[in-house]
C-alpha cells in the first residue's frame, strides 16, 4: 500500500467523523456537562471501537458482525441505557458546579466502556471500513505492516476530529460558571445525550 493510499483513506475517514454522529454528540454531551477531562476516556473508547472494526474488516472478519447480530443488539442497547443514566445525573445535577465534577471518581472506565459500546453498538461503522478499504488495498494480501499503519492513521485522524469538539464543548463549561448557564449546560447536555441514545437505539 502506497502513500496515496494511506492519504486517501484518512481524507475518507477524516470527513466521515467530522460529521456529526450519536458518538459525536454523546461526546459533546458529556464534556459540556463535566468538562474536558471526563470526556476523553469516552472518546478514546470511541476510537477503540472503531480500530476493532477496522482491524476485523481487514483480517476478514465481518462475518461476526451478520453471525453475532444479537450481541450487536444487545451492546447498542446497553450504550444507549447508559447515556440516559448520564443525562438524568445531569438533570440531578441543576445548578450545582461541583455534582457531576464531585461523582467522577471511578467514572473512567465507565465513560471508555460507554464509548466502546457506542461505536460497537453500530455495525455500519464496520460497513463503512469493508466499502472503503478495497478500494485503496488488497484485503486478501494486507500485510501486518500495513494493518499496524492503518491502525495508527485510524487513530490518529479520530483524535484529530474529535479533540477540536471535546475542547470547544470543555471550554464552554468553563466559560460559563455562573449557576444559572451551569443549569442551563446540564439541560443542554442532558437533552444531547438523550438524542444520542435514541439514535442509537433506533438505528438497524
Known sequence: MDISGFLTYAIALGIAAAI???GVIALVARALG???KPAIPMMLGLVLGD????S????GLAFIASTFGQVFVVIRYAGAVYLLYIAWKFLRAGSNIQAIESRQSG???AAFLSGLAVTLGNPKVIVFYLALLPTILNLKAVSAPDLAILIGLTAMVLCAVLIPYVILAGRARTVLRSPGKIKMLNRIAAGSLTGAAALIAAKT
Open 107 to 109: 467514572g473512567a472506565v
Open 34 to 36: 463535566a468538562g474536558l
Open 56 to 59: 476485523a474488516a481487514v483480517l
Open 51 to 54: 480500530v476493532l472494526y477496522l
Open 20 to 22: 456529526p454522529g450519536p
